[in-house]
């Protein structure tokens, strides 16, 4: 008989670990060998334990997702690390599959949803919510020499219908570097006008 997925969860909600432990626990090729509240002792437990896949949460004190990722793909390249996060943005999906997660799911998802990605993740199957699979689409396809963070905050902010006064004070810059911005994104879009640059945006992905 095959051994059942050993898996260490990490978050720093005791109700959530609580939920996760059920619902593995309640299948009978997965058992649940550890809890951590943060990522520090997240990595200090899978030095100990070994597990096959560490269910990792992104935001969390002491030591975020992030970091406890780099460190045990560094320590345990064996091990996999699917992330388990309310958070799908792309200050958050990128920087985790780029630390070395095999995994990201949200943590709405249905049960089933999360056995499956908890199956395959420890197969070392990528596995990415709907959510976080457009992201990285959307990154690659993103051209080079396409928007930097800075102008697509910038166009974010006019999108939801901010002046350039508005947007300038939001982002703590001069008016003058918005208009300076906008022109730069009018020439990389191919577009004249601010509709326009927002309309091309949204077709691209590089703003919700």
């Known amino acids: 008989m095959t051994r059942p997925i050993r898996v260490l969860i990490v978050d720093d909600h005791p109700i959530v670990r609580d939920g996760l432990r059920g619902a593995l626990e309640a299948e009978f090729d997965v058992e649940v ?20 896949l560490v269910l990792m949460d992104l935001r969390m004190p002491r030591m975020d997702g992030i970091a406890a990722i780099r460190r045990l793909r560094a320590r ?17 999906v990128l920087p985790a599959i ?16 999360l056995l499956h990605a908890v199956r395959g993740a420890a197969r070392g199957e990528p596995v990415l919510s709907p959510s976080a699979a457009n992201r990285l689409m959307c990154k690659v396809r993103r051209p080079a020499g396409g928007l930097t963070q800075r102008e697509i905050d910038v166009l974010t902010l006019v999108a939801k219908g901010n002046t350039n006064r508005t947007a300038a004070r939001n982002l703590f810059i001069s008016e003058a570097s918005v208009k300076t911005h906008l022109l730069h994104i009018y020439g990389k879009l191919g577009v004249r006008d601010r509709a326009s640059a927002v309309a091309e945006a949204y077709r691209q992905g590089l703003i919700e």
Not at 76 to 92: G, H, I, N, Y
Not at 100 to 105: H, W
Not at 107 to 113: G, H, M, W
């Open 33 to 52: 060998v550890g809890e951590a509240g943060d990522g520090e002792e997240g990595v200090t437990m899978a030095d100990r334990l070994d597990p096959d």
């Open 76 to 92: 345990m390249p064996r091990t996999k690390v699917l992330v388990l996060t309310t958070f799908d943005a792309d200050s958050d």
């Open 98 to 113: 780029e630390a070395g997660a095999t995994g990201y799911l949200l943590k709405d998802a249905p049960t089933e949803e």
